[in-house]
């Protein structure tokens, strides 16, 4: 009886020592799957290192950089406000050629229907050959009425051209005011940035 009791335990006993090694050979693997994964760890740290460098300025120094600065821009935003103020004025003399010549141009249209009207009336053959259906008192017309309505219409067209090129020209100057604007408080931002 003993000596079966002694068989079973030692048979039992060697099954435990068989798993131990199995449970030993699977951890001495994780352990150099481990190692190799992580042997390029301290390589990867120093590589991967940031160092941050912090350096002080005094503060005389930084004033002498900030006036330097200023006096680096404030011919450039001196030569850009004389190039806007230029333009400006170049566009302002133009508006106002533009208004003179319509002016100009609706004083001659005023001329043109008066003489027009008070010029005495034609015969009917040239009305006839103007093709001009209306006429005035007593049914004869001007010969050179459907010329003068052709010159007025053209006038008209001009004044109008000339009227559109005026806004879109006040328009331009608008704009090129605003952009100047911008352009100047971006680059005062940008001066007045620097610490």
């Known amino acids: 009886m003993s000596t079966t009791v002694t068989t079973s335990s030692s048979a039992s006993?060697?099954?435990c020592v068989a798993a131990l090694r199995t449970s030993l050979s699977f951890l001495e693997s994780s352990v150099s799957t481990l190692g190799s994964g992580v042997a390029d760890f301290?390589?990867?740290?120093?590589?991967?290192?940031?160092v941050r460098h912090y350096e002080?300025?005094?503060q005389p120094t930084?004033?002498?950089?900030e006036a330097s600065l200023r006096d680096e821009i404030a011919p450039a935003i001196a030569t850009l406000l004389d190039r806007a103020d230029a333009h400006a004025a170049r566009a302002e003399r133009r508006v106002d050629a533009l208004k003179a010549r319509s002016e100009l141009q609706q004083g001659r249209l005023h001329d043109t229907t008066?003489?027009?009207a008070t010029s005495p009336p034609k015969s009917k053959t040239a009305k006839q050959r103007l093709g001009d259906g209306g006429?005035?008192?007593g049914g004869k017309a001007n010969p050179l009425a459907g010329e003068a309505r052709l010159r007025a219409r053209a006038t008209r067209q001009r004044r109008e051209a000339l009227r559109y090129g005026v806004e879109r020209l006040e328009l331009e100057v608008l704009q090129k005011e605003r952009e100047l604007k911008k352009r100047l408080d971006a680059t005062t931002a940008t001066g007045g940035g620097v610490r």
């Open 56 to 58: 002080l300025i005094p």
């Open 13 to 15: 006993y060697s099954d």
């Open 42 to 50: 301290p390589r990867l740290v120093s590589v991967l290192k940031s």
């Open 135 to 137: 006429g005035g008192g």
């Open 114 to 116: 008066a003489s027009t």
């Open 62 to 65: 930084l004033a002498l950089a």
